[in-house]
């Protein structure tokens, strides 16, 4: 089997100009946890958030992907804070829900993020600090703007890689590791109940050359496109429900399209489906442990050929909030 079948297998990389997939994780969290996918989030609100977060995809598979995040993000030079001991159980539609800053002010965010993906004998490793604004618009819009940088490292260990042909010429021995610059952006628009953003990951392409005895092979990471929405639907005091949208695209690729609903009790219960467009269905459930602690999972279920050999994938979150004055379980986004 020569290198080229082999990461067609693989499904994760981009040979020459006739192959591509998805090559960054998947997930069915990130409504809980959108800055891994958007560094304007960065500092979005008055609390330092961090995130813990491990997926196993397609349960049963040997060499199915395996994705962990460690994320952490918190407002910096700002003043309008919350004066501790506020009491303001929830950000909700109704009395309850605090403005939003004076127009015409602004505030920064710093944050950070790990993350961890392997897929056969194919690891990507990324590391990146990200920093955003946080604008105050007339009529209490606030709009968003950030960007990460860091770096990723991606490593192919041919050892782990079995062909038809005992040490065939094509597979070089070993473990071979690349690190290159990383980059991503994103911008985000909120207003009460509503919000709406947009990112890029890997903004430009990232080449990945690797030597082989016959030659080089010319692997690239292209850019990942992120477009989402949602908005809180107060059903009564205490409860709500959270429609949202998430569209996902990379260039030569075909699209992916995710949508749920979830339903929120007290902001500190929630539980919802979700779809992924011919690829996969499943739930999500979460709680709020105390103000500053939360836990969510999702099961997915694959309705395409790949259910033939999967039971599903899994996934599971731990967020804790710092410096949480108001005793926030739950902000308009719903994470």
Same mark, same amino acid.
């Given at each position: 089997?020569?290198?080229?079948?082999?990461?067609?297998?693989?499904?994760?990389?981009?040979?020459?100009?006739?192959?591509?997939?998805?090559?960054?994780?998947?997930?069915?969290?990130?409504?809980?946890?959108?800055?891994?996918?958007?560094?304007?989030?960065?500092?979005?609100?008055?609390?330092? #958030?961090? !995130?813990? /977060?491990?997926? %196993?995809?397609?349960?049963? *598979?040997?060499?199915?992907?395996?994705? &962990?995040?460690?994320? =952490?993000?918190?407002?910096?030079?700002?003043?309008?804070?919350?004066?501790?001991?506020?009491?303001?159980?929830?950000?909700?539609?109704?009395?309850?829900?605090?403005?939003?800053?004076?127009?015409?002010?602004?505030?920064?965010?710093?944050?950070?993020?790990?993350?961890?993906?392997?897929?056969?004998?194919?690891?990507?490793?990324?590391?990146?600090?990200?920093?955003?604004?946080?604008?105050?618009?007339?009529?209490?819009?606030?709009?968003?703007?950030?960007?990460?940088?860091?770096?990723?490292?991606?490593?192919?260990?041919?050892?782990?890689?079995?062909?038809?042909?005992?040490?065939?010429?094509?597979?070089? #021995?070993? !473990?071979? /590791?690349?690190? %290159?610059?990383?980059?991503? *952006?994103?911008?985000?628009?909120?207003? &009460?109940?509503?919000? =709406?953003?947009?990112?890029?990951?890997?903004?430009?392409?990232?080449?990945?050359?690797?030597?082989?005895?016959?030659?080089?092979?010319?692997?690239?990471?292209?850019?990942?496109?992120?477009?989402?929405?949602?908005?809180?639907?107060?059903?009564?005091?205490?409860?709500?429900?959270?429609?949202?949208?998430?569209?996902?695209?990379?260039?030569?690729?075909?699209?992916?399209?995710?949508?749920?609903?979830?339903?929120?009790?007290?902001?500190?219960?929630?539980?919802?489906?979700?779809?992924?467009?011919?690829?996969?269905?499943?739930?999500?459930?979460?709680?709020?442990?105390?103000?500053?602690?939360?836990?969510?999972?999702?099961?997915?279920?694959?309705?395409?050929?790949?259910?033939?050999?999967?039971?599903?994938?899994?996934?599971?979150?731990?967020?804790?909030?710092?410096?949480?004055?108001?005793?926030?379980?739950?902000?308009?986004?719903?994470?």
């Amino acid at each position: 089997m020569n290198l080229r079948i082999i990461l067609l297998c693989l499904g994760c990389m981009f040979l020459g100009s006739e192959l591509v997939a998805q090559q960054l994780p998947q997930g069915s969290l990130y409504s809980m946890n959108p800055f891994v996918v958007n560094p304007a989030m960065t500092g979005a609100y008055d609390f330092g #958030d961090f !995130r813990i /977060s491990y997926r %196993k995809q397609w349960q049963g *598979l040997d060499g199915a992907p395996v994705t &962990g995040f460690v994320s =952490g993000h918190t407002p910096v030079a700002y003043g309008n804070k919350v004066r501790k001991g506020t009491q303001s159980p929830r950000y909700s539609g109704g009395p309850t829900y605090r403005p939003a800053p004076p127009s015409g002010t602004f505030r920064w965010g710093l944050g950070g993020l790990f993350m961890y993906d392997k897929t056969g004998p194919t690891e990507r490793n990324t590391l990146q600090m990200t920093a955003a604004a946080h604008f105050s618009l007339p009529d209490q819009w606030q709009l968003s703007l950030g960007g990460g940088a860091g770096v990723l490292q991606y490593v192919v260990n041919f050892n782990e890689i079995t062909t038809a042909t005992a040490n065939d010429p094509l597979i070089p #021995d070993g !473990r071979v /590791s690349l690190v %290159k610059p990383y980059f991503s *952006l994103g911008m985000m628009v909120r207003k &009460g109940n509503f919000w =709406g953003g947009a990112s890029v990951l890997s903004p430009r392409p990232i080449d990945l050359d690797y030597g082989i005895p016959s030659g080089t092979a010319d692997n690239r990471i292209l850019p990942h496109y992120f477009i989402t929405a949602s908005y809180r639907v107060e059903l009564s005091e205490d409860w709500a429900v959270l429609p949202q949208v998430w569209l996902k695209g990379m260039k030569k690729a075909s699209k992916s399209v995710d949508s749920q609903v979830r339903v929120q009790y007290s902001d500190r219960i929630w539980a919802g489906v979700h779809y992924r467009v011919k690829e996969s269905m499943g739930a999500q459930f979460g709680l709020a442990l105390l103000a500053n602690t939360t836990v969510s999972y999702a099961y997915e279920y694959p309705i395409s050929a790949i259910r033939l050999v999967s039971t599903g994938s899994h996934e599971i979150m731990v967020g804790i909030r710092f410096n949480n004055r108001s005793a926030v379980f739950c902000p308009p986004m719903g994470w």
